[in-house]
């Protein structure tokens, strides 16, 4: 499709230097090329020592990166002055011609692993997405150095460097950036400027090798139009009387290396003007703002100065300077301000800007370092003070999502290791928090899931060892039984915790958890559930559990224990009908089976299914309703599709006053009539009745009863009716009869209360009697 066509200028391979100033147009899939850019972004260059000793592979990244990376510089243009017309500067598509390659594949380009490959795309970048790469975290010293020069040559070449400027940043250019939400022009300056300052400082300090002389000349005409000490009016002339100081950039562009003394002058002169403040929430009334600058330790005094004086954005800075340093420096730890963060929380807790600000910040700056104080502020500090701790559980989500698989682990063993104490856990909030910790950084799509391998989890150590099993599965327990007894007061949650059970999905954290353990801890979460069997309510909610459990991993349950069947048993009574919806994997199987049996009956398959129903009840059960379908639908002779059943088998009648005949117009027509019954397939009818007898007795006559055992009956005893009483056939369902009346005697024995009630059920919609016991009567057996 031409949609996926894009056009790109590369230059030609000819031995003629004049020709090779030209370039061709060629015609490449755009999968191709974002896969291009993607292999040149992560690719880093080998030291071989010798150039002939690198590989094909390298060989070819960097003919990707000639031709697509390194800008081709026409007749009479200067090397990255935004003209450049080759390479992926000049991609576009083919239907529409907009831009091929998007800013985000620009910014994977300016941070590229090489950094030969950042110069070079901060060189053929387009302009208008110089100010959005500058925004980046992570970026190279050249890439960096390389954008900068190339803004401060557009606006020394333009005679009018303060509109080339806003039209870089106005509405027009930012919805290109694919950053919704960034604010006004007058926010991108300010965000723009701190991100300088804070790569300047970043980078100057890696590189001290200049001597003071040379870099006192270091002067950047775009720093200086985003500095706030510029007036609009002035802005023109100061750029213009700093043009030759782009010499001193350019030179830092090849040399890469910087002094911290000329980002210090920067930073004094950004906080020295008190008539104008960077950060000032209003322009107009800015000279009564104290200045208020970025500073990269972040301690709780200058977190509630910033809030007490409403300059979030300074904070915002702030955290971005400390991010820039963890990010240029792995060995440099954020968790000092994150716990800065988490302390001011407690008496800031209703300021909106700061919780956004913590909820955005603590995640980011932890994201591969944690420690016993940072946890205990997030878990275990006094959470019943705070009025809104959904905010908690929000940044409990995030750091789950956002951290690194090590500080993951690390915080996981950690909570584990709480247990061994004595009353770790400060509140039921803390323990909400931590199952929600457990559960979110479990990464497990849903319980659901029947993996081939359910040992192989992410992030999830706790499911391995039996003392951490035991450990957490203990504590979703104890939150559990915490909840059922009302002690958890949570708005409109508090004291749901059965009706939680009883969902199909959206599980509470606590049960997700126990269920998540026991996909492979079956057997020990199952003996912890009967150890806290009470008789109160709480051992109804421990039984649904278990009968969880069960319908989830059938084939694992030992079902050899007695006090488990019993549970089982009564949690399947008490918890209908929600469980007969709840997933299965023997679902299916048993769905296969039964419609291969009613279709096409066979000795080995019913002898199957007699099998697996002795070892499993319960998956029987919930099946009864679509066994009682597939009869009715055999009584009929035809499908669910209207389409007539096979002929083997089937038992065929006619109607005692045989064919009659029908008029249509002047033709006459013979009419066989065919009601329901007449026709059945013995075998099915009889392979069904052999399953029910093969069931435990205390399962089929007590929770059977409840699901559709007794539609089963009816329809059984409407069948042998019809054959009695309209086809006077009783010979065809003798040997079926004797089988039912066997499992009738046993259903009046085993439940006669239930046997009694079903006695007396209304049938009279089959339009011969009104009582099971009439139609009992009417089948030739006594009620």
Known sequence: SSSYLVTISIPREVGDCDQKRNASIVVVSSNILHAAIILISNW???????????????????????????????????????????????????????????????????????????????????????????????????????????????????????????????????????LPGIGRSRIIKRKLYGRILAYMRIHGK?????????????????ISWLSPENTCSGVTQKIRSKSQATTGIAHHVKSCMLDSDVFDDLEEEAGSEKSHGIWSKDDSN?????????????????????????????????????????????????????????????????????????????PLLTRDHGEDDLWQLIFIKDTERIVDWCHLKSLVCSCALKWSDSHITACQEWIIFQQTKHSPWKSVCSIELVLRFLVISSEQKSVHCFDNDDNVLLHFPYAQPQECATSITKLALYYASLETRCEIMNGSQKGRVDRATDRRNSFPDWLTLVLLVGKSQQALVTRLILEEFDGTKFSLVLSSVLLRLYVMSPLKMDLSNSKLRNALLQASNDHLPSWLYWRSPLDSQFSEMLSNLTQSPHQRLAQAITDISKQHPLILLRHLNDINKKLLEDGSGRDSDQQRLMKRGRIFGRHPSGDTVAKVGDHTLKVTIVLWGYSFNEPVWDSIVEVLIALPLEVVFTCGV????????????????????????????????????????????HNTDAFSDWLQQDVSDWGKVGKVHQLLSVAGIGA
Not at 207 to 222: D, G, I, N, P, Q
Not at 301 to 313: A, E, L, R
């Open 206 to 222: 890696q590189t001290r090798k200049r001597e003071a002389k040379e870099l006192s000349t270091t002067t950047s005409s775009f």
């Open 706 to 749: 409840k699901i559709g055992l007794t539609k089963i009956l009816e329809t059984y005893l409407k069948l042998f009716g019809v054959q009695i009483v309209e086809l006077n056939l009783e010979s065809n369902i003798i040997r079926v009869r004797d089988k039912f009346l066997k499992f009738i005697e046993s259903f009046r024995i």
């Open 286 to 362: 800015s000279a009564t703002y104290e200045s208020l600058p970025p500073n990269e330790l972040v301690s709780q005094d200058f977190i509630n100065s910033c809030v007490g004086m409403d300059k979030f954005d300074v904070l915002e800075e702030s955290l971005d300077v400390v991010m820039a340093k963890i990010t240029c420096n792995k060995e440099i730890k954020g968790t000092s301000a994150a716990k800065a963060l988490l302390v001011s929380y407690e008496s800031l807790y209703d300021i909106s800007s700061f919780v956004r600000i913590l909820l955005k910040w603590v």
């Open 44 to 178: 880093r260059r080998r030291d071989y020592g010798d150039c002939e000793a690198q590989n094909d592979e390298e060989t070819a990244i960097l003919h990707l990166l000639r031709y697509l990376v390194i800008p081709f510089v026409p007749n009479d243009t200067d090397e990255g002055d935004g003209n450049t017309v080759s390479g992926l500067s000049s991609a576009k598509y083919k239907h529409n011609e907009k831009r091929a390659v998007s800013v985000e594949e620009w910014v994977l380009l300016a941070k590229a692993r090489a950094e030969k490959v950042a110069k070079h795309a901060a060189l053929s970048a387009p302009n208008i997405f110089l100010p959005r790469l500058l925004l980046c975290c992570g970026m190279p010293s050249p890439s960096f150095y390389t954008m900068l020069q190339r803004l401060d040559k557009l606006g020394d070449s333009s005679p009018d460097p303060e509109k080339t400027y806003k039209e870089m940043i106005s509405p027009a250019a930012v919805s290109e950036w694919g």
